[in-house]
């Protein structure tokens, strides 16, 4: 059978038997009698057979009047039905709609037989018309329910699929909104109980003035929210006129922009209950397997919200033990300018190991200092705290950049003893000295620094290196000295910035050097952050990051 809208003719052979062959496709329809003398056009019909076409109870009887009630979209198909109905005797059965004078759309079913003249010809067809109106109302509607289900199932397998890859409260509730119009629902909010107060603790919605209307929750909001919380099971209110029914005292607002409402408690791991609040745009009957998945859904939601909080609490615990190990305040040196930062990009406790430094040398001089220890974890980072407290202690000594790295490598490849735990580290060592603009530079396997002087490209300098840190205790570093202008600015990154393009270091390196342009003449706190924030907009930063700029001051001048 077609759709609603469409004709379906269906043709019995002379031979069948009829029993049943003018029974209704519907237990329960309006059925009206008509003959129609195929060869002059006229039909002979009951009263009811003219008004389930439109037509006045003493109206024209003929076929051309009947058609003219067809449905426009229909009647093509139901000329040809009636030109093949006309061809042959036997049994036929035609779906079509009409329109009504109030211009609604009626379905109706006619079946009917054509039967022979004396010559054994097509004469008439006689038969019955039924209103199938309800009945494809009825098969819509359960379409309908069919395709929303499907809808709502492929969506939940998306948002448990979304929430155990999310590890932010952001990333999760950007999950949750993408399910709002599946649901029908126009915003929601997680609202926890702290202390007499209700708390949003997360929320979205699909426009701004709903997401407005969550920030201070309104009577409704936290009457429905207290109840759900008190009775520790969901308040589902269907439309405007239920809340005001149920709640009297919340009338002045039942007329507001959201029509419908449910609120769900919610469990957390240590017993704590909180209430996802949803609000709908319509009225809702909330069938029980809507209300079933809403509240799968905000028990995954409410999970995820636990897990994303944990994460951020360790990731907020563990950075400030990464930033407790690297220099506190801005770095300065007489002759020097520099700014430097540091980005985590790892979430809970796997945090990363680079740092930097800048050490004022006993001769006047300045080493600038950048470095990676590999992974990501709490073991990665104690032991960069302890690599730059060795670097600073070897420079304080006096001691030359292929010596202060010889003797770190040492050191690491001595730590090193536990090949489960053993970790390499990259390092480049810069001692500049400020009066003459001399530097001596060392690299154990890590990017080389770039220069950017005055009024001339950023460039990588050509600076042979050695294997990262503990690798090999009996690595050698070799020195490359040369002299910069004043005005000069180096630049050193970790690889986490040069890598942020696709993990392409080449095309990372390409986007460090056109940011560095016009350095020797900007402010670079400036510049630090517009590298960083640049490249995590463009690619997002997928490693941690540190970053250090020192500018050689003209004389006299400090910017």
């Known amino acids: 059978m077609k759709d609603v809208g469409s004709v379906r003719t269906t043709a019995f052979r002379e031979d069948e038997p009829d029993s049943g062959a003018f029974q209704a496709s519907a237990s329960s329809v309006q059925a009206g009698f008509y003959c129609w003398e195929i060869a002059t056009g006229e039909v002979s019909c009951d009263p009811l057979t003219l008004a389930l076409h439109s037509m006045p109870e003493n109206g024209p009887s003929d076929i051309s009047s009947f058609l003219a009630s067809v449905h426009e979209s229909d009647l093509a198909d139901v000329r040809h039905a009636l030109g093949v109905i006309a061809e042959s005797c036997g049994n036929y059965q035609i779906e079509y709609r009409v329109t009504s004078k109030d211009g609604r759309h009626r379905s109706l079913e006619a079946r009917g037989r054509v039967l022979p003249d004396a010559d054994g010809l097509p004469a008439r067809m006689v038969g019955v018309v039924m209103d199938t109106t309800a009945v494809h109302e009825r098969h819509e509607a359960e379409k309908r329910r069919l395709y929303e289900r499907a809808t709502r199932d492929r969506w939940m397998r998306e948002l448990t699929s979304a929430l155990a890859a999310a590890v932010t409260v952001k990333d999760i509730m950007t999950a949750a909104q993408a399910g709002l119009r599946t649901f029908g629902a126009g915003a929601l ?6 202390g007499n107060r209700l708390t949003v603790v997360a929320s979205c919605a699909d426009d701004e003035q709903n997401e407005d209307s969550l920030r201070v929750l309104d009577a409704t909001a936290r009457t429905l929210v207290e109840e759900s919380l008190d009775r520790r099971a969901p308040v589902l209110i269907g439309s405007a006129d239920a809340l005001i029914a149920g709640h009297p005292h919340l009338a002045p607002l039942g007329r507001s922009s959201p029509q419908a409402w449910a609120a769900l408690p919610v ?5 704590r209950v909180s209430s996802c609040l949803v609000s709908f745009p319509e009225q809702q009957e909330f069938l029980p397997e809507e209300r079933a998945l809403l509240v799968a859904a905000t028990g995954l939601l409410a999970q995820s919200l636990e897990r994303a909080g944990m994460y951020e609490s360790e990731h907020a615990l563990a950075t400030e033990l990464q930033r407790g190990m690297l220099p506190r305040g801005p770095l300065t040196v007489p002759g020097v300018t520099i700014a430097a930062r540091y980005q985590a990009a790892t979430s809970g406790m796997w945090i990363g190991g680079d740092w930097y430094d800048a050490i004022s040398l006993p001769d006047g001089g300045v080493a600038l200092v950048i470095g990676d220890v590999q992974g990501h974890s709490v ?16 420079a304080n000594e006096g001691h030359s950049p292929a010596a202060v790295l010889e003797r770190t490598n040492r050191l690491l490849a001595e730590l090193n003893t536990d090949p489960d735990r053993a970790l390499f580290a990259t390092c480049c060592y810069i001692a500049l000295n400020p009066f003459d603009g001399t530097l001596r530079v060392c690299r154990a396997g890590h990017p080389a620094p770039a220069l950017i002087p005055p009024r001339e490209a950023p460039r990588l300098l050509d600076v042979p290196g050695g ?8 690595q050698r570093y070799p020195t490359t000295r040369l002299r910069i202008a004043p005005g000069s600015v180096l630049a050193l990154t970790t690889d986490g910035l040069l890598e942020a393009v696709n993990k392409d270091i080449d095309q990372g390196t390409e986007r460090f050097l056109r940011g560095l342009r016009g350095a020797p003449t900007a402010d670079l706190e400036t510049l630090v952050d517009d590298l960083l924030d ?16 020192a500018r050689l001051d003209r004389p006299g001048h400090r910017n």
């Open 467 to 474: 294997l990262p840190l503990g690798i090999d205790r009996e």
């Open 267 to 271: 469990t957390d791991s240590r017993g």
């Open 534 to 549: 640049g490249t995590q907009k463009a690619h997002s930063l997928g490693d941690d990051v540190a970053l250090l700029l």
């Open 379 to 394: 073991h990665a980072a104690s032991l960069m705290g302890r690599l730059r407290t060795a670097v600073h202690a070897y």
């Open 189 to 194: 909010a997680v609202i926890a109980p702290e």
